[in-house]
């Protein structure tokens, strides 16, 4: 292997204490005043899960990932961007700039590809970078050893219920209604179908995270849940795929929402601990970046 190669691995961000929620939002709203409601209900909900350790997590990705790539012969430079927070990618790319790299390589800790989400990332990327031999990873849903990740942390969870049968829905981050991505949807539908094939789950759905957007894809968790009542469910199993690592979307609307929503129901909840540093993950995450290397060094 010939060349170093800088790599960005690209996470939202959070927020890690009540005085920094207010800027992390106003970032979000692209520099606008945060409505008071907005902000008191943000800052209540990170209070209940004591604040997001995804910026944790995340850094140690980045390490364990250097550690990995290395072992493999890689000369590797492993920082990390957030959309939203400290460092920003624009940050991450101009420490690797005086690292005399010969290939910066962007990889999103989402596995799937998306108009909204990947998207983005890959503009503030390619802007950011404007000049460098660059090459950003779309998606890497495809790697077996991402299924193994998932269904090694799936067989813990199952076993929670004993014998009894379950459901299992899959879900991801939803999508305003009025914007079409079928990529988005066949990914997401094609990583659940294999992953349940793997783990023996025989009744199962995707469903949508959306929070309070009632405009956005269906099925919502929720709803799906109220469905499932009428249906006679009694045992639910929640497997956040489009969530690698814990963050406020598995902490707080899982953990504390969809809970509160399955015990009103009548329904036992389970749901699937995210990867964060499963060696399995780590691994699937360089054989992205190793077949890309290989491709554009």
Request: aromatic share 10%; hydrophobic share 35%; charged share 30%.
């Amino acid at each position: 292997m010939f060349g170093k190669v800088g790599i960005v691995i690209m996470a939202y961000g959070t927020p890690e204490k009540e005085e920094e929620v207010e800027p992390y939002l106003k970032d979000i709203f692209k520099g606008k005043e945060v409505p008071k409601a907005v902000l008191q209900k943000t800052i209540e909900r990170y209070r209940k899960i004591g604040f997001s350790p995804l910026n944790k997590i995340t850094l140690k990705q980045s390490a364990l990932l250097q550690k990995d790539l290395s072992a493999r012969g890689f000369n590797v430079a492993v920082t990390v961007g957030m959309k939203h927070w400290t460092p920003s990618i624009k940050t991450a790319i101009e420490t690797l700039k005086k690292d005399n790299i010969d290939l910066l390589v962007g990889i999103l800790m989402h596995p799937f590809s998306s108009k909204m989400g990947s998207k983005e990332y890959e503009e503030i990327f390619d802007e950011s970078s404007n000049g460098m031999k660059r090459s950003f990873i779309a998606n890497w849903y495809q790697y077996e050893k991402l299924y193994d990740a998932w269904n090694q942390n799936m067989k813990e969870a199952i076993n929670s219920f004993d014998s009894s049968g379950f459901y299992t829905i899959f879900t991801s981050h939803g999508l305003p209604a009025s914007v079409e991505d079928r990529e988005y949807k066949k990914e997401l539908w094609e990583f659940s179908a294999k992953l349940a094939d793997k783990a023996g789950v025989k009744e199962f759905c995707l469903a949508y995270q959306n929070g309070e957007h009632r405009d956005w894809y269906r099925p919502e968790v929720n709803e799906k849940l109220e469905e499932l009542k009428e249906e006679g469910v009694k045992n639910v199993l929640i497997a956040p795929i489009g969530y690698i690592s814990e963050s406020l979307e598995t902490l707080y609307d899982i953990d504390l929402e969809y809970s509160e929503t399955a015990s009103k129901l009548g329904i036992t909840l389970r749901r699937v601990k995210c990867l964060d540093y499963s060696s399995l993950l780590i691994s699937a995450i360089s054989d992205a970046i190793a077949d890309n290397t290989d491709k554009n060094l």
